[in-house]
């Protein structure tokens, strides 16, 4: 007979792994409903593309899709890289200058997204610099990204993340790295995204040299 004990410890990991089912189907909805909204944007337009259209592609209903992605905009502004680059910048020796610890995590964190994961990027970089609206929509989206990065940077130092200096630091490091992005989804691809952002941020690190 097993002992209290032993079936908390089988309902908490059967608990655990339905959650963890759950979140997968969540992504993998999530990823699909994206795919189809960046590929018909490509196809029809931005603007020719409804989200009625997007939601039957995915087989989904438009009330899910909003569930995923509040707005329009959002298809193209959001994506999953923030968590990855917080955990890539927290593995970090703690040792490490900040700016250094932040080079080093985001390349490492770039050189992870698969040929496709990359393709989609493009293509949202490319909207967001052609589509008026969801440029705008971008720039919440880029406030959300100083805010995380204030607080990793702040963890490292031991500093208050509301710090005028910790916010200008993350400030300074995605002022930084917007032009590479940009000038990467706009060229042929000779360069890789990683090396161009790695560039940037070596810029910064070196006092911005001119």
Do not use: C
């Not at 259209?53 to 909003?66: D, M």
């Not at 995590?105 to 496709?116: D, G, N, R």
């Not at 130092?157 to 200008?168: C, E, F, I, K, W």
């Amino acid at each position: 007979m097993s002992s209290p004990q032993r079936a908390d410890r089988n309902a908490d990991s059967t608990q655990r792994a339905v959650l963890s089912l759950r979140e997968r189907k969540k992504a993998k909805t999530r990823r699909a409903i994206q795919e189809h909204a960046l590929r018909m944007f490509t196809e029809q337009g931005y603007e020719a593309t409804t989200v009625e259209q997007i939601a039957e592609a995915a087989e989904v209903s438009p009330s899910t899709l909003f569930r995923y992605f509040p707005t329009k905009e959002d298809l193209i502004v959001q994506d999953d890289y923030d968590p990855i680059l917080l955990a890539e910048m927290r593995a970090q020796p703690p040792e490490l200058p900040p700016l250094t610890a932040i080079r080093r995590a985001l390349h490492t964190a770039f050189a992870q997204i698969p040929p496709e994961g990359l393709d989609g990027v493009r293509v949202r970089m490319s909207l967001m610099m052609s589509v008026p609206a969801v440029r705008a929509r971008s720039l919440d989206n880029l406030l959300t990204t100083v805010h995380l990065l204030a607080g990793v940077v702040a963890e490292r130092s031991g500093r208050d993340r509301s710090a005028p200096a910790v916010r200008t630091f993350a400030g300074a490091v995605l002022g930084a790295m917007l032009p590479a992005l940009y000038s990467w989804a706009a060229a042929d691809g000779t360069r890789s995204l990683p090396d161009l952002v790695d560039e940037a941020l070596g810029l910064l690190e070196d006092g911005l040299p001119v």
